[in-house]
């Protein structure tokens, strides 16, 4: 069974830092892309960034490009999202899933954590 379990998820500051963290399970881990998604109210979900758990190619969408880093540790099956020089435009659910891209369509995706929220204030 796949599990991926997000945590690290809080209040932050615009300017400041949060660091997420995501379990993964029930697959063999670096045959993947892991992605962390977001999905702010009233907005669809997202593509945020990517990483091949192989060779460590990193991806991110334009809106976080240079403040957020994708990292993993492929010993603990986890992915990390360090998001520093935090927006309120970050304000939202943040989601790991195996990716497939940072444009596929997220309708598609098969498996979900249960999200962790972050909330920037200004």
């Known amino acids: 069974e796949v599990q991926l379990v997000e945590s690290g998820g809080g209040l932050g500051q615009a300017g400041g830092s949060l660091r997420l963290s995501c379990a993964a399970s029930?697959?063999?881990?670096?045959?993947?892309?892991i992605g962390w998604f977001r999905q702010a109210p009233g907005k669809e979900r997202e593509g945020v960034s990517c990483?091949?758990?192989?060779?460590?190619?990193?991806y991110y969408a334009g809106s976080v490009k240079g403040r957020f880093t994708i990292s993993s540790d492929n010993a603990k099956n986890t992915v990390f999202l360090q998001m520093n020089s935090l927006k309120p435009e970050d304000t939202a659910v943040y989601y790991c899933?195996?990716?497939?891209?940072?444009?596929?369509?997220?309708?598609?995706?098969?498996?979900w954590g249960q999200g962790t929220q972050v909330t920037v204030s200004s």
């Open positions: 899933a195996p990716c497939y891209g940072l444009g596929y369509p997220v309708d598609e995706y098969d498996y």
């Open positions: 029930g697959f063999t881990f670096d045959d993947y892309h």
């Open positions: 990483i091949s758990s192989s060779d460590a190619t990193t």
